[in-house]
């Protein structure tokens, strides 16, 4: 079957980083996404890694470990509008069938 | 926002109804993929069109089904709704022309079943 985990939620103040550990076990494996989501919107697209080793795109990186099925997400810098759910997904076969986790809820607190 | 717009935004039915919700992809984009995203949950993947076929499935029963126009548009249907059908249904759109594209979503059809 499939599998992936995220933590619920995690708390953090303005200005400090929150790393969001992401683990999958799933049947196909072409890439693993990051989404963000506010609540009542569509999901957004982050970042995205298909090979070892981290990716930055400006205050948010992501790292994934192919053979540990191990993926995080950092968020630098925090601001209150990045308190939202980040969804962990994995693209099962490169056409966009998305496997996803059930997100983690950052709350961002002043 | 994203070019991918669905309507209606949201929707009330009763159980054994059935429901039609629609979706236009973002122009230039040939394959769109039906999302169910239950409360507190990730988004599950329903089915995929390209070319106005199905190309994909998930663990949905047959009365989830789906279509794709020659605009790419794509409706998704819902026979004989069950209370657990209650959910926001998301539409995502993509080109196919590179893999590990990013999926672009809609804002979603907020579906609730009573």
């Known amino acids: 079957g499939q599998n992936i985990d995220q933590p619920t939620e995690m708390t953090a103040t303005e200005g400090a980083i929150v790393q969001i550990n992401c683990t999958y076990q799933t049947s196909g494996f072409n890439g693993l996404f990051w989404y963000q989501q506010h609540a009542g919107e569509a999901p957004t697209f982050l970042s995205y890694n298909v090979l070892d080793g981290l990716e930055e795109k400006g205050r948010f990186s992501s790292f994934l470990s192919r053979s540990k099925g191990y993926s995080y997400l950092l968020l630098k810098e925090l601001q209150m509008k990045d308190s939202a759910s980040y969804l962990c997904?994995?693209?099962?076969?490169?056409?966009?069938?998305?496997?996803f986790g059930a997100g983690t809820q950052v709350v961002v607190t002043p | 926002e994203t070019g991918v717009t669905q309507s209606p935004t949201h929707l009330i039915k009763t159980r054994g109804q059935q429901v039609t919700l629609r979706c236009s992809s973002q122009?230039?984009?040939?394959?769109v993929s039906w999302y169910q995203q239950a409360l507190g949950q990730g988004p599950q993947f329903i089915f995929q069109y390209y070319r106005e076929e199905e190309n994909g499935r998930g663990n949905f029963p047959p009365r989830f089904s789906g279509l794709q126009f020659p605009n790419y548009s794509s409706e998704l249907n819902v026979n004989a709704l069950e209370l657990d059908d209650s959910a926001l249904y998301l539409c995502?759109?993509?080109?196919?022309?590179?893999?590990?594209?990013?999926?672009?979503f809609g804002s979603g059809t907020q579906l609730s079943v009573l």
């Open positions: 122009s230039g984009h040939n394959t």
């Open positions: 997904a994995v693209n099962l076969d490169s056409w966009g069938k998305f496997q």
């Open positions: 995502a759109s993509s080109t196919r022309q590179a893999t590990n594209e990013k999926l672009f």
